[in-house]
């Protein structure tokens, strides 16, 4: 058997209770059922996580760096989207 | 507490330990053989912790079997300056690795018994014992998962797959019956209730085993024979060979430690 038929999983932890899970890499194999063993055996052999979260990374949409001109460039020079572009009254200074 | 055992009861603990010790520390290196071995990286790492798990769990034995003797036999001891003979392991624990569904069957079979008999021990009169149980029985729920996922997929899996794992059930089926055999020692500490009537686990295993068999379409064998002697001291011929690998960092450095 070789990785190659193997499918590829990005692995998410979550390494308290209360915090968001995180990325913390990838794995491969077989299904969902076996990537979540593999992803306890992997990453969380020293108590880093509370709950595991596996997704094929087939089914990750991802923005690619070609679209980063059209995608985030047009913000920059849109600064009042910012709460610090605002001048606030006196009376609400603490804000 | 071992102070409030009399010295008859301390020796027979000492040698029930001693037994469960050599089962962990035997499988747990043959399970460590497949270090660096597996089929890939993921299964490397998960077969490495398993193996790991029986390594500690021989620790916590050989370490109260240390306390138990308390004549200076420390837990390397136990692990590293015994020859074959002395070994009380079960066969089942000391068949090579062979290939990937050998390895993986053996487990099924031996993590089945293992949560049924760790069950027992966790109500053990020897609160040591019985502690080492309840951190075992979870580190064994896990392996069980694994090992009957991995038979399933191996039985429904391929041909060859099929084959292979078939052929694992086979040539071990004759030795899981020595899982169920209660000698002198395992008599008197079941009815003293430090220990676990072994016999007591022989319908729930075959049940379980059975039906996990089924499901992954493979054939129970039938029993058409055993073989016994590991807790004798007698064993294949694998141990030795076994040991002598295991034990070579000691022989070469008596002693040292890191």
Known sequence: MSAENLQLFEIFLRSRRGL????????????????LEYARDVYTRRSEGVSIWV????????????????????????????????????????? | MVSDMNEETKQAVLNYTIRLGDDAVVIGHRIAEWCRNAPF????????????????????????AEELADDGRKEDYFAYMRDHREYQNLLIM?????????TMVRQLLVDVFNLYYLEQLISSTDETLAAIAGKAIKETRYHLRRSHEWVLRL?????????????????????T????????????????????DNRSLQQDWSAK????????????????????????GYHTEYLGQMLNEMQCVHRANPGLEW
């Not at chain 1, 913390?24 to 969902?32: M, R």
């Not at chain 2, 019956?177 to 676990?196: P, R, Y």
């Not at chain 2, 089924?214 to 590991?230: F, H, M, Q, R, T």
């Open chain 1, 20 to 35: 968001d899970h995180k990325h913390v890499g990838s794995l491969h194999a077989e299904d969902h059922e076996q990537a």
């Open chain 1, 55 to 95: 997704v094929k990374s087939d089914d990750i949409c991802a923005s690619q760096e070609d679209d980063s001109e059209s995608f985030y460039d047009p913000s920059n020079d849109k600064p009042y989207r910012l709460a610090t572009y605002y001048q606030l009254p006196d009376e609400v200074n603490n804000m």
């Open chain 2, 41 to 64: 990286l993921e299964e490397d790492l998960a077969l490495s912790n398993v193996a790991l798990d029986f390594i500690g769990r021989a620790r916590m034995f050989y370490g109260y």
């Open chain 2, 94 to 102: 000391e068949l090579p690795r062979g290939d990937f569904a050998y």
């Open chain 2, 155 to 175: 039985g429904l899996g391929t041909d060859e797959s099929k084959i292979r794992a078939q052929k694992a059930v086979d040539d071990i089926w004759g030795f």
């Open chain 2, 177 to 196: 019956h020595e899982l169920f055999d209660l000698d002198e020692l395992e008599q008197q500490m079941a009815d003293a209730g430090i220990g676990v």
């Open chain 2, 209 to 232: 085993v059975k039906s996990i068999l089924e499901e992954a379409s493979l054939i129970v064998p039938e029993d058409s024979w055993k073989v016994k002697g590991g807790r004798e």
